[in-house]
């Protein structure tokens, strides 16, 4: 057995360092190898620019999007402790109360509907970071009883609105038999606006919790009241909210109470993102599929050229196993340095992503305002491990059929004109 696994190992990289009288062979196989090192190249790099972006999505959503929420159906009248007993949980950063409503904000001719948020600026600030992102003004503006609000950028531009400015906040209500509905309004002033650089939260308006009762119409924030969770782990938020309902079941019972994590509410827009990813390794693995065509054409042309040599060799014993052997090992070894050559490179250039952003866009247009180097990059190894996985299983299917047909070649027929 192993008399005969050694010569197919040295006459298949005999056949990969072909000499004078068959440069073309050698060329065609430094063609599927670059075809493979370029497809692998373009995936993790690819694959590590939509991760950067990803989480960048995911940062700016949750400045204004919990990392967890719980509510109480029908109240929540132990919501102070509640929060107290959630602050004890390990991962658990902080907690801070919320109201949540929509509302008609309209100023001088200018409507826009927005989710309006009542909340405590204290605990609002260990809970989030808008207060970071202000632009103008401070959430600690916010006191009870004055009646100010805090807007995002969004929402200012499309009500025309700046500090100071007053904005009419109307709400419809119903009465108790939900025959009669009816418009209640209140005026606020701009007491800050805020920037989150992204879509989800730029129309957000904040109010002081106190005055959402108001607004509302309630005389209890027991029964509007949220709890808001910061954790230290915003993988395992969805987790944490398990563990938290356990708890406020045990020590608080009553309510009936629910929560839900980042990944549940803005399920719609990540789910997208990662089928979006998805689609583009697929679409970029054809890059791969084609390297490893070119690998079959290559084998197929050695096969074509060499069968006077496999002749010889079945004539000397060796066996069809041994002739699939040759190839199989040439196919491989094209495709495994290929896939090893364009990890190296796509790891190299996701490292030095910024780096190479900045000094292209410096070549290309040295006075633009608008740098590109902004572009994050971050490598997953489970995205590199999958797409040479992927690529050497394409590249070994690829070197069956020509290493099969080789095997077939009958000896008599091919030395009968020689």
Known sequence: MTNTRIPALFIGLRYILAKQDNQFISFTSIISMAGLTLGVMALIVVLSVFNGSQGIQRDRTLITVPHADISAEPAFPLWQEAATALMQQSGIVAVSPYTVSDALLSQQGYHQVSQVRGILPAAEIDTST???????????????????????????????????????????????????????????????????????????????????????????????????????????????????????????????????????????????????????????????????????????????EKQSDIAILRTMGAGQGTIMSIFLVQGSVVGVAGIL??????????????????????????????????????????????????????????????????STIMPAQVLRYE
Not at 345 to 364: A, C, D, P, R
Not at 384 to 394: E, F, N, P, R, Y
Request: charged share 15%.
């Open 130 to 304: 808008i207060e970071a992102s202000m632009l103008e003004g401070s959430l600690n503006n916010l006191q009870p009883g004055l009646h100010k609000i805090v807007i995002g950028r969004g929402l200012a531009a499309n009500l025309r609105l700046v500090l100071g400015d007053a904005v009419n906040l109307t709400i419809p209500r119903s009465n108790q038999a939900g025959t009669q509905v009816r418009l209640d309004m209140q005026r606020f002033t701009v007491a800050g606006i805020f920037d989150v650089q992204f879509s989800i939260g730029s129309d957000l308006a904040l109010i002081h919790i106190e005055d959402s009762k108001t607004l509302l119409g309630i005389d209890n924030l027991a029964t509007a009241v949220h709890l808001r969770l910061k954790v230290a782990d915003i993988d395992q938020a969805g987790q944490q909210v398990v563990t938290s309902l356990k708890t406020l079941n045990r020590d608080f019972p009553g309510p009936v109470y629910q929560g839900a994590d980042w990944s549940v509410t803005e399920a719609s827009l990540f789910n997208a993102l990662k089928m979006e990813k998805i689609m583009t390794w697929l679409m970029l693995m054809m890059i791969v599929a084609i390297g490893a065509f070119n690998i079959v054409s290559t084998l197929v042309m050695v096969v074509a």
């Open 341 to 406: 050559l364009g990890a190296v490179l796509g790891v190299l250039i996701t490292s030095n992503f910024t780096v190479l952003t900045q000094s292209l866009e410096s070549w290309i247009s040295p006075d633009s305002l608008y740098v590109i180097s902004s572009l994050p990059a971050e490598l997953h190894l489970q995205d590199v491990v999958l797409t040479c996985s992927m690529a050497l299983v394409i590249s070994f299917l690829a070197t069956l059929y020509p290493a099969w047909k080789a």
